[in-house]
């Protein structure tokens, strides 16, 4: 089992930055992608950025190229989501995810509890 923790969430202005951390328990397999996935009421959960363990491949979503930044830190086995550029359609719950792969929402195996973001025009 591997347990995540989100953390970093919070209210901002738009054009404002956050930067969420997600520390796994464990450094595992299972751990070898990490990824962050938002979710606005009404909305599917979607992919925002995913990240190997090597680092050399990430992914962003079309949305958010540009603005955010994916990296981690293998030795604390943490993931971060460097957002900047922050707008209000960025608003939604923050959820890391992490497993052996990185695919689509509904394959995901390990996830956090969630952190809110909310931008404000």
């Known amino acids: 089992q591997v347990q995540l923790v989100e953390s970093g969430g919070g209210a901002v202005q738009e054009g404002g930055s956050l930067r969420l951390s997600c520390a796994a328990s464990?450094?595992?397999?299972?751990?070898?992608?990490m990824a962050w996935f938002r979710q606005a009421p009404g909305k599917e959960r979607e992919r925002v950025a995913s990240?190997?363990?090597?680092?050399?491949?990430?992914y962003y979503a079309d949305s958010v190229k540009g603005r955010f930044a994916i990296s981690r830190d293998n030795a604390k086995n943490t993931v971060y989501l460097q957002m900047n550029s922050l707008k209000p359609e960025d608003t939604a719950m923050y959820y890391c995810?992490?497993?052996?792969?990185?695919?689509?929402?509904?394959?995901?195996?390990?996830w956090g509890q969630g952190t809110q973001v909310t931008v404000s025009s």
């Open positions: 990240i190997y363990t090597s680092s050399s491949t990430t």
């Open positions: 995810a992490a497993d052996i792969r990185c695919a689509g929402a509904s394959t995901m195996h390990y």
């Open positions: 464990r450094s595992t397999i299972s751990t070898t992608c």
